[in-house]
């Protein structure tokens, strides 16, 4: 017998609105279930990490999880909490997305295993691109009514807008689009439950009307809260913009620094949605860390939780000796491990200078390094007063004001780090 999915999701705070039903459906042994999937970029972002959760909670109690890539669905739009259109993608480029995708998912949910319950990525576009507008209308369209359709929330809300460009007859059908995949996976792959955002309720909904009008079944919907951050700003947002799971788009340092520096009240809705403790865990963990709030025990087990599952445990590794560069006591030696991106994540917004390579070959002596040459200090008296306090540094080493700056000292043959005092930084990079 499966275990209880929606009691688990329940506990998590995963649970905004289930169909009547739902929970005992799931109990009567495995279904099939899907989470539809935005392909319009070749890498998830922590946005989709909930649905993903939502999937690996479903193949954990014993159900079997579908990804839909929206191949078709992407190249429309959809309306829901969206003001504008987005692009239409080529298929070269939606399978190259489908594939980066695939190999990110397959980090949460097991394709490769020879159990019953293997998950199954699946592309719209297979089944839509042969499908004519004519066949479509006929066949589907039929069947919905035009108030069915105006009446879903997504709609209202981008007609009642003071939008002038106003709703395509393109995206007012998306509805249709994603509603006929529920159809088609129900009739092919026997799928009974479709699960996303609460703001794809309407959508889903039009699915399981269609089950029962055409396929003569019963489907069912399920979705979570849409995350938000307690100071009211976007969650998965930073000044950079998304933060991704691809490691080439968002480190690793600073995808483990998103989650580090999360607030207490968001920690602990996190730890419950974005890792897979379980509740006598997570509750002795919230317990301990209202304790000693300032030791960060939440921020610190969700940020390494997740670092590890989207990256690895290298790279956990890596963005705690990355983060203790700055925050903590670091050696010469975890500078020079930093790949480039990292370096400079780690010291954006440092002041910096640029130097020649010439000027590197010859040895840069310290007035130059810290005044003359990069302005770091504001004269080469001050310079020598702080180098003859020994509170200078290149690299994390205290360095006298005989020491001359080489090729030696650079890190990734770019870069070399000032330091005065323990917090005040300088960049040289070398071209």
């Not at 719209?124 to 499908?131: G, S, T, V």
């Not at 959508?203 to 029962?212: A, F, S, V």
Request: a negative charge.
């Amino acid at each position: 017998m499966p275990k209880n999915f929606v009691q688990e999701l329940q506990w998590r705070g995963m649970v905004h609105d289930s169909m009547p039903g739902a929970e005992e459906h799931l109990m009567e042994g495995m279904q099939a279930a899907y989470v539809g999937i935005d392909p319009t970029a070749d890498s998830l972002h922590i946005g989709h990490l909930v649905s993903v959760m939502m999937l690996r909670h479903f193949q954990l109690a014993g159900h079997k999880p579908f990804a839909l890539v929206g191949g078709a669905t992407g190249m429309i739009g959809d309306p829901s909490g969206k003001s504008s259109e987005r692009n239409l993608l080529d298929e070269k480029t939606l399978r190259h997305n489908q594939e980066a995708l695939k190999k990110q998912l397959g980090r949460f949910l097991d394709f490769e295993s020879d159990e019953p319950n293997a998950a199954v990525l699946v592309n719209n576009y297979d089944w839509m691109k042969d499908f004519s507008f004519l066949d479509f209308i006929r066949d589907v369209g039929k069947h919905i009514t035009v108030n069915y359709m105006m009446a879903k929330d997504s709609v209202k809300k981008r007609l009642s807008s003071d939008a002038k460009e106003g709703m395509s007859f393109t995206e007012f059908t998306y509805q249709l689009v994603q509603g006929y995949d529920f159809l088609y996976l129900y009739q092919n792959h026997n799928c009974t439950l479709q699960m996303g955002g609460s703001d794809q309720w309407g959508n889903i909904t039009t699915g399981t009307e269609l089950i029962r009008r055409i396929g003569g079944g019963k489907g069912y919907a399920l979705t979570c809260p849409l995350i938000t951050k307690a100071d009211g700003t976007k969650f998965g947002k930073t000044e950079s913009g998304n933060v991704w799971l691809d490691p080439e788009r968002t480190s690793p340092y600073r995808f483990y620094q998103y989650w580090l520096n999360t607030s207490d009240e968001d920690a602990e809705k996190y730890i419950k949605i974005f890792t897979f403790l379980n509740k006598e865990e997570i509750e002795d963990l919230i317990s301990e860390h209202k304790k000693v709030p300032h030791l960060r025990l939440l921020q610190k087990k969700l940020a390494e939780e997740i670092t590890i599952k989207v990256h690895s445990k290298i790279d956990l590794e890596n963005a705690i000796k990355a983060s203790n560069i700055l925050f903590g006591k670091s050696t010469s030696q975890d500078l020079k491990h930093l790949d480039e991106k990292t370096f400079l994540d780690v010291f954006e917004g440092v002041p910096q200078a640029n130097i020649s390579k010439e000027e590197l070959e010859q040895g840069l002596d310290m007035i130059g390094a810290l005044a003359a040459k990069t302005g770091f200090l504001g004269s080469n008296g001050e310079a020598r007063r702080e180098l003859k306090q020994n509170s200078i540094s290149v690299n994390k080493e205290r360095v006298k004001e005989d020491y001359l700056i080489t090729a030696s000292d650079l890190i990734n043959n770019r870069f070399v780090l000032l330091q005065r005092g323990k917090k005040n930084y300088f960049v040289l990079i070398v071209n």
